[in-house]
């Protein structure tokens, strides 16, 4: 696991502009958040490109990593 730490990141840029339809067509890519929805996706066969937890939540949601790494992550 990788901590971001800044809002300058590549990987940060990537996934913000996600809220942007027009960055999801040319990424290929959607934005799943919530663990209720990020399980359904895992559980259609999605693989996950990034995950992220916030460092204060990171206890609360280890198995939500787990699971995701577990579908590819």
Known sequence: MTELTSVQNPTIKR???LKDKKA?????EMLVEGE???LEA???GLKPS?????????EKF???AREMEKAGA
């Open 36 to 38: 209720k929805l990020m």
């Open 24 to 28: 999801r067509v040319q990424q290929n």
């Open 62 to 64: 280890a198995f939500l």
């Open 42 to 44: 895992a559980g259609a």
């Open 15 to 17: 996934i913000k502009a």
């Open 50 to 58: 990034d995950v992220l937890i916030e460092s204060s939540q990171a």
